[in-house]
Each structure stands twice: as C-alpha cells, then as structure tokens.
C-alpha cells in the first residue's frame, strides 16, 4: 500500500487531476503531463517504488 501511496502522491505534483483505473491485478494513472515532465529524480523513485510507464495508454502503472 505505502508504495502506490506514495507513487500517487509524486504523480499528483505534476497532475492533480489526473485519471485513475483498475483492470484485473493493474492500476493505471495520469498520463502526458506526468509521464513527459516528470523530474528524472521522481522518475527514478517511481520505478524503486515498483510503478512503470505502460506503452499501451502511456500512464503510470503498477501491479496489485
């Protein structure tokens, strides 16, 4: 839980409204503005965090 917390949270500085959906075992979250302009810092700690770009919808994605 704390690790799609915390995601949520890095995602939410750069698209407060962004959209959020779940299929299956996934969540998908945002889009663009923050998949493109997310700091390469916060992108790094995304990815320790277990969440991932998906190719498919380009949004942040993690498994359940």
Not at 10 to 29: L, N, Q, R, S, T
Request: aromatic share 14%; net charge negative; charged share 40%.
């Amino acid at each position: 839980m704390k690790r799609i917390k915390e995601g949520l949270e890095i995602i939410a500085k750069y698209e407060d409204d962004a959209d959020f959906c779940a299929e299956h075992d996934v969540i998908y979250v945002g889009g663009e503005e923050s998949t493109e302009n997310m700091s390469d810092e916060d992108k790094h700690k995304m990815d320790e965090l277990g969440w991932f770009i998906d190719e498919e919808f380009y949004c942040w994605s993690h498994f359940c």
